[in-house]
């Protein structure tokens, strides 16, 4: 079955510097790759997704890439600020889009 | 939290007993899961329906059933508790496969 590592499992940047995740996945059959943002003591927010036809999709401060000959992609948030301090969880599926599977989260940090 | 409510919040309950967890929507989606998520592990898929009446397993199934009756209702049975459950499960709702909006959460905790 699809297996999804992500990477730093911790992440501290400075307020105004870019914050990269990366997240590697197994099943080459994956073709959707959503990610999550969990704030403290809440649930997860789905924050952007990216399919396997598109290699890059940005949505303001935030943007993903995706290599499918690697299989792996990433989330890159720019111009960082408190308020994005939360666990970020990448995750992949394939084309039943019904049993996305979640990496293990990456903690971040931002400090003022 | 996308009109989703989860009940209850928190509950301590011991081994061995059955704990029914609900989850109720305002949204009209047809898609609905129940995640638990524990340190290390992100979230992982229990179960999830693509309708009413219509349910499947997910990846950690064991010791676990639900119930979808109706739209807005998503149950979740644990038919004998036990430590190996104790989690925080999240259930979540979108209109089309894949999650994306979920609950706040219920910390449950077998003793």
């Known amino acids: 079955g699809e297996n999804v590592e992500q990477h730093p499992s911790t992440l501290s940047v400075q307020e105004g510097d870019s914050a990269v995740i990366k997240c590697t996945y197994s099943d080459s059959a994956s073709n959707y790759f959503p990610w999550y943002k969990q704030e403290l003591g809440k649930g997860p927010q789905l924050i952007i997704d990216?399919?396997?036809?598109?290699g890059e999709k940005k949505d303001q401060r935030i943007a993903v890439t995706l290599n499918k000959t690697a299989k792996h992609f990433s989330l890159h948030i720019t111009e960082t600020q408190p308020e994005d301090s939360a666990v970020y969880f990448c995750?992949?599926?394939?084309?039943?889009?019904?049993?996305?599977?979640f990496g293990p989260g990456t903690s971040l940090s931002v400090i003022p | 939290d996308a009109g989703i409510t989860q009940s209850p919040r928190h509950k301590v309950t011991e081994t061995g007993t059955p704990v029914t967890l609900r989850c109720h929507q305002t949204?009209?989606?047809?898609?609905m899961y129940w995640y638990r998520q524990d340190p290390g592990h992100g979230l992982r898929l229990i179960h999830y329906s693509y309708g009413v009446k219509d349910t499947d397993k997910g990846e950690v199934s064991d010791g676990y059933s639900v119930s979808r009756s109706k739209t807005e209702d998503f149950l979740l049975t644990l038919e004998s508790a036990t430590s190996s459950q104790t989690s925080v499960y999240f259930c979540?709702?979108?209109?089309?496969?894949?999650?994306?909006?979920f609950g706040s959460g219920t910390r449950l905790t077998v003793v």
């Open positions: 990216i399919r396997s036809n598109v």
């Open positions: 995750a992949a599926d394939k084309t039943s889009y019904d049993k996305v599977i």
């Open positions: 949204e009209n989606h047809r898609y």
């Open positions: 979540a709702i979108s209109e089309s496969p894949g999650p994306d909006y």
